[in-house]
């Protein structure tokens, strides 16, 4: 999964993968979700490969190299995503606005992996069923998350070949930052 774009960005993007962080412990790992449901096997495998990358305090640091110049979350940002999760969707159910957030914008067994300093995140459904694995990407038209790929391997996948041709992914198109060191992907 993870391997193929590992070493293209070793190889063309060396600043960028600088950025990845050693590979996060079993502990953090367990963490993320207080033990409410076990991470995906594909997330878990990411971790133990690199726990993120350093917060992004703009889209062109090191380590925004996904598509939306996001940047991977370590367990620190996995385990706050999901706790804000949880909580819009309790907030929700007290305020009785539960049917606009709960599994649209919101839920308790989604967690963030990756995001721009935007705000702007890819989430990894943990519901059981058809959605379990999938990446979801928010929608600005329907304004809610919706799959976009059906495995962090298909994202992985899609993000190794649109680097390796330096084409399109929806509209995100990559390019090399002019120091020639890491990627951006420009909209458009």
């Known amino acids: 999964m993870w391997e193929r774009l590992n070493t293209w960005l070793e190889l063309h993007a060396p600043d960028d993968y600088r950025a990845l962080r050693l590979p996060a412990s079993d502990a953090a790992i367990n963490s993320v979700t207080d033990g409410a449901f076990p991470l995906c096997d594909e997330l ?66 989604w967690i963030p992996f ?22 979801l990407e928010y929608d600005d038209e329907y304004c809610r998350y919706e799959p976009r790929w059906r495995s962090l391997t298909h994202f992985f996948g899609e993000v190794a070949d649109a680097l390796e041709t330096m084409s399109r992914i929806d509209h995100y198109q990559p390019q090399m930052r002019e120091d020639s060191l890491s990627v951006e992907w420009r909209v458009g």
């Open 44 to 109: 878990r495998a990411l971790l133990q490969h690199h726990d993120g990358v350093p917060l992004l305090r703009s889209a062109g640091d090191p380590g925004s190299f996904l598509p939306g110049t996001r940047g991977l979350y370590g367990t620190q940002r996995l385990r706050a995503g999901h706790q804000r999760m949880r909580e819009n969707v309790s907030w929700s159910v007290e305020e009785g606005t539960d049917s606009l957030v709960v599994g649209e914008t919101a839920h308790t067994h």
């Open 114 to 135: 990756a995001g721009d300093v935007t705000g702007q995140e890819l989430v990894i459904d943990h519901r059981p069923g058809a959605t379990y694995g999938k990446v």
